[in-house]
């Protein structure tokens, strides 16, 4: 069956400290991935994209991904945390003709 | 640009009452329109998504029903609320004709039923 699994719940990291969170995916064919962030009561902002091409991805607010298809993973990193970043974050595939699948998230907190 | 809008942002309502949340965007057209719902400390749970006026799927059994009377126009509606139906919904939407996309979502509407 198709799934995308975030295996971290809840982090905890201090500002400033680095950041990975993981996601890993099970799809037979080539998938559109997507990450999400939700500060609470919010709706979700995409936070970047990977369609093709590179496999370091760009985002908002100083975030990147690497999509490594050996081993169907699409991790989310920050160099540096900031309290801001305190939030849910989803990964979320796509796949030609079917709908998107969302990971259960995970959810970052920032200590001071 | 394209926005989103879902009324209202929030709502309490006792268990056996009816429910309509609307969802209109503005700046695209012929979108794919998605309803979910996120319950407490939950993932997203896709519940109804369109491709086209009229044209409505359900992904889950349940006592919600969802409608596409206008081109940009999304509602969820329930003749009788249950209290299992609190949790906050969310309106997206996406480029027509393709599925996979990136979905943009509406800021939400917090349910809760008493």
């Known amino acids: 069956a198709q799934s995308v699994t975030q295996p971290d719940i809840h982090i905890t990291v201090s500002e400033g400290a680095s950041l990975e969170l993981r996601c890993n995916y099970s799809y037979g064919a080539t998938p559109y991935l997507f990450w999400y962030v939700q500060s609470p009561g919010q709706g979700l902002q995409l936070l970047l994209k990977?369609?093709?091409?590179?496999?370091l991805v760009q985002g908002i607010k100083g975030f990147e991904a690497e999509f490594k298809r050996s081993q169907s993973s699409f991790n989310l990193r920050k160099p540096s945390v900031h309290w801001s970043d305190a939030a849910e974050y989803f990964c979320a595939v796509g796949v030609y003709g079917q709908n998107f699948v969302f990971g259960p998230g995970t959810r970052l907190s920032v200590l001071p | 640009s394209q926005t989103i809008h879902q009324w209202p942002a929030t709502l309490v309502q006792p268990v056996g009452s009816p429910l309509s949340l609307e969802c209109t965007v503005e700046g695209t057209s012929n979108p794919n329109l998605y309803w979910y719902r996120q319950a407490a400390g939950r993932g997203l749970q896709l519940l109804f998504y369109s491709v086209g006026i009229g044209q409505i799927s359900s992904e889950v059994p349940q006592n919600l029903s969802a409608s596409r009377p206008q081109d940009r126009q999304f509602i969820l509606s329930s003749k009788k609320l249950l209290l299992s139906d609190s949790g906050f919904y969310l309106c997206?939407?996406?480029?027509?004709?393709?599925?996979?996309?990136?979905?943009?979502f509406g800021p939400g509407t917090r349910l809760t039923v008493l």
């Open positions: 990977y369609f093709s091409g590179d496999t």
């Open positions: 997206a939407w996406s480029v027509g004709g393709t599925n996979y996309n990136e979905q943009f």
